[in-house]
């Protein structure tokens, strides 16, 4: 009889992994009663993935085409013009890439998280994947968070940047860059 072979002991670690993210738009949410054809569009998503050791594991930054010409104050605002979305996915053709990016997560952090989230949510609608989305159970909004321990109102992330970093940031309203501030508020506040 053949000796039964022993199983190694695997040591199995769940990492809590925290998504920061950030949307750039063809403009500002309307009413939620609003048709979805009045409501803007997500031009440019960004999302950085950090360990429960507040490291960063992967980042991801997509510019989608939001199939409507951008208006001159948006592109003064964020600096992204026609031409540089021109041929780029739509959001329904990068949607497996977002839900990969977000599939796992147990934490979502955004800076005016009902905006970021309104925007996502409205993309979703669009797809009709509103309710199959991998969203992180749990949502922490970085406004609300500055406003109850730092200022007493709503932050600017440019404020809650300097106050918490010690230095100017240089705001260029671009997704990744954005997250990249937001990740080093989070890691310095140890939220």
Partial sequence: MAA????????LTQQRITLIF???????????????SEQPKIIELA?????????????????????????PIITKITGLTNADLKGKLTFMEALPEIE???LGACRLIAHNMPFDSGMLKNELTRCNRQ?????????????????????????KLTELYEKTIGKPLAQTH???????????IVCAQRW
Wanted: one cysteine or more; charged letters at 25%.
């Fill in 4 to 11: 039964a072979r022993k199983s190694p002991k695997v040591k």
């Fill in 22 to 36: 950030d949307t750039e738009t063809t403009g500002l949410l309307k009413p939620s009663v609003s048709d979805l």
């Fill in 100 to 102: 990969e990016a977000f």
């Fill in 131 to 155: 309710y199959a989305f991998p969203y992180p159970p749990n949502q922490m909004c970085t406004v609300q968070l500055a406003s109850d321990l730092i200022f007493g109102r709503r932050a």
């Fill in 47 to 71: 999302v950085v993935a950090i360990d429960q050791s507040y490291e960063r594991i992967r980042e991801h930054s997509w510019l989608i085409y939001p199939a409507e010409e951008l208006t």
């Fill in 174 to 184: 671009r997704a990744l860059d954005d997250v990249n501030a937001l990740v080093e």
